[in-house]
């Protein structure tokens, strides 16, 4: 059994407003889901990828504007990673997002690829990887007019995520034997030499099918707020791999969530830590299953057994 790469990342927002305007006009990824937080839907939850939605490339957030700053620290998921296409890209993008005056690292090389490092407004680390020209699903959003990003530049999809644990052995066997990761490669932490730097794949590896690990030992324990990640979430194909995956969670001594019918796909939860909390999610059906593609994002859009609450779950949002 495998799973198939990433399929999204959920992170924490305290000013949606700013959020939107960020992830579209600067990073020019597409808004195809504008509905909210199912389990609070007093919130927000934005979901930006490519044209169509594709799995594999959507960053999604939880508006929660009373959450204090995320607390940065060990035992949680703590960099997204997207892929782009060459050297030109990253230098594109390290010209762009200086335009836009958002700070960015130096160029950097890990494990043979090179990276450009930078921060959301709020703090959300994120990286640029170079991912050499590898295949892609990812259909390419032009960006709305006047903030297009050129095709050969955008953004072609998730790359890895990284985590933070202070102590190896805990995580580990969940990710190698439970989870099927095989580890690909092992070295010094280029933020700290000290520190160790584990990478997985699954599924073959490679661009979109990575998890980074850092071992953080004398590092403080995260807390979650905005500008933090809340989950990640991998790829499975149909309902029926991830009943096998349910079941062999439980049979592994992994508790979780059961399966929740999230309506653009099913869900599966369960935590590898205290502050990690994973996801197995089905690629289907997608995004316009509701919406008509060429508008997804422009409207409110609940899943049918909340929208009898519309009005007052409209009630209680900021316009945006």
């Known amino acids: 059994m495998q799973l198939h790469g990433l399929h999204h990342v959920t992170a924490v927002t305290g000013n949606v407003v700013n959020n939107l305007d960020f992830y579209t006009r600067v990073l020019g990824l597409r808004l195809v889901k504008k509905s909210v937080n199912q389990d609070d839907t007093s ?32 035992d949680a998921i703590v960099n997204t990673m997207f892929r782009v296409d060459g050297r ?10 200086q335009a836009n005056g958002v700070p960015a690292e130096d160029l950097d090389t890990v ?25 892609t699903e990812i259909e390419v959003w032009p960006g709305a007019p006047g903030v297009e990003v050129p095709a050969e530049f955008a953004i072609r999809g998730f790359f890895a995520v990284a985590l933070s644990v202070p102590r190896l052995e805990r995580v580990e066997p969940i990710l190698t034997r439970v989870l099927n990761f095989t580890e690909s490669w092992r070295g010094p932490n280029p933020d700290n030499a000290a520190e160790e730097l584990i990478v997985y794949g699954m599924d073959g590896g490679g661009p979109g099918k990575e998890v980074h690990l850092v071992v953080q030992p004398d590092a403080p324990r995260a807390w979650l707020g905005r500008g933090g990640v809340h989950h990640v979430a991998f790829r499975l194909r149909d309902d029926a791999e991830q009943a096998a995956w349910s079941t062999a969670l439980l049979q592994a001594g992994v508790r979780h969530s059961g399966i929740i019918d999230r309506f653009w796909f099913k869900s599966l939860y369960f935590r590898i830590s205290n502050g990690i909390l994973f996801e197995l999610a089905t690629d289907g059906p997608g995004f316009a299953v509701d919406e008509d593609p060429a508008h997804l994002g422009e409207m409110l859009v609940l899943p049918p057994f909340l929208e009898s609450r519309r009005e007052s779950i409209e009630a209680g949002l900021r316009p945006i």
Do not use: C
């Open 111 to 135: 494990n043979g690829r090179d990276v450009l490092r930078f921060e959301d407004p709020e703090g959300q680390r994120l990286t640029l990887v170079d991912d050499g020209g590898a295949p």
């Open 43 to 74: 919130a927000y939850h934005l979901f930006y990828s490519d044209s169509k939605g594709t799995p594999g490339l959507d960053m999604t957030f939880f508006d929660w504007p009373r959450t204090g700053p995320d607390q940065r620290g060990t």
């Open 88 to 97: 030109a890209a990253l230098d594109y993008w390290a010209g762009r997002l």
